[in-house]
């Protein structure tokens, strides 16, 4: 879709060319959302691919990924042996309802930007334990754990001018044992919960996504028995999203059925 009421598009090729915000600014990472419906309070749109960030960088103790980084570079990481979860980066690529066109060219920041209670890179930053480096408008940067990243449908916490640079995920996270589950009220509709589940020798975390307005993490210090799960997430979430792909009391329910089959999935020592 055309935007006519962009004036302007800049084209910063490194951090200092980034101009002071202004009411009508927005990033543009891959497009997919902001082309695809009217933005009559756009006037000019900050293209962050001249940045050329570098999409993927593995260290020692973390996958760096760049805001920029798109689906399909993601999804074609080649992960070490031994970082069993990566086996989650396919199962969230794919729980985007887009085509594998839109998975070419929308980014892992631009997702969790938007901060759509179905964002699939938030359910994965989230399960990873990842951190959020956000650009301030100051020149310094500061750091947020994923999970406080979304505040709710289309909220983030970055303030005006911000910048989401790259999500650190820990190394440690990769080499847990995971479980993955995605409901939604179509066959092919957009995720109306997204769970994931992490074992990591007793403990147990459980990332609720997609049926909440935000993401919702609850940790357990032992393996949870079926009730003591039950009560907990009736407990930590605070509320059941609600719109068209579906109604707060059935992905209640979703909720609690995708959580106990990763129980019982993970339940094996
Ligand atoms: C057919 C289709 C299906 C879709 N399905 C889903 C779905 O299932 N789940 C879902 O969550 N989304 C879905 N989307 C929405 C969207 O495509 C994705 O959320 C995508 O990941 C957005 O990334 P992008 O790079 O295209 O972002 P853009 O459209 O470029 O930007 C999105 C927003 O984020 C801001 N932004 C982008 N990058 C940054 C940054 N680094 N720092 C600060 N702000 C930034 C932009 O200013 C803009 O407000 C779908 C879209 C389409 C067209």
Not at 119 to 124: D, F, H, K, R, T
Not at 135 to 156: C, H, I, K, N, Y
Request: net charge negative; aromatic share 8%.
């Amino acid at each position: 879709m055309d935007l006519n009421t962009v004036e302007a598009v800049l084209r910063p090729r490194m951090r200092s060319e980034l101009p002071p915000s202004a009411s009508g600014d927005s990033f543009l990472a891959g497009g997919t959302w902001l082309f695809s419906e009217p933005q009559p309070a756009l006037r000019r749109l900050v293209d962050l691919s001249a940045l050329r960030w570098e999409s993927l960088r593995r260290t020692e103790t973390a996958l760096h990924v760049a805001a920029t980084c798109t689906f399909a570079e993601l999804e074609a990481f080649e992960a070490p042996v031994d970082w069993i979860a990566a086996e989650l980066i396919t199962s969230c690529c794919h729980a985007l309802l887009g085509s594998f066109k839109i998975r070419g060219v929308a980014t892992v920041g631009g997702n969790l930007c938007l901060g759509l209670a179905a964002g699939p890179m938030v359910a994965l930053a989230t399960a990873l334990d990842g951190t959020c480096v956000i650009w301030s408008t100051d020149g310094g940067d500061r750091l947020l754990d994923a999970v406080e990243f979304v505040a709710g449908p289309g909220q983030t916490a970055l303030r005006p001018g911000e910048l989401l640079r790259e999500i650190l995920l820990p190394a440690a996270a990769f080499r847990r044992r995971t479980a993955f589950r995605q409901g939604s009220l179509t066959t092919y509709g957009r995720s109306a919960a997204l769970l994931i589940g992490s074992r990591d020798g007793v403990g147990f975390t459980l990332t609720i996504t997609a049926a909440t307005p935000h993401p919702v993490r609850i940790v357990f210090d032992g393996f949870p028995e079926s009730a003591e799960l039950e009560a907990r997430i009736d407990v930590e979430v605070p509320a059941w999203y609600d719109d068209i792909h579906g109604a707060p009391d059935w992905r209640r329910n979703l909720t609690h059925l995708l959580a106990q089959e990763i129980r019982l999935e993970l339940s094996a020592p």
